[in-house]
């Protein structure tokens, strides 16, 4: 499990490999879903749940100005830090 930290307006890819099987609940703000084909997705609030695995997600994005943090939790365990900062 981690914390994605999104600043106002970053974007951060969904790189199959490391999200395999992950499920994110946004804690903080709004995350936007963007589609494979470049549509943008729904807009997320807080306390809101997806699936990454088999959902034709590429990246989120923050739609907003204030700060995004989306909780990650795999099944498997990952070493990572316990956040991750996206530049803008």
Known sequence: MWTLALRGGARVEVVA????????VVTRGRV??????????PVLGRDAGFWLRGTGVRALRNPGRRKARVRIVTPRARKRTDEMRVPQ
């Open 17 to 24: 490999a490391q999200w395999c099987d992950a499920f994110g």
């Open 32 to 41: 936007q879903l963007e589609l494979r084909d470049g549509d943008l997705g």
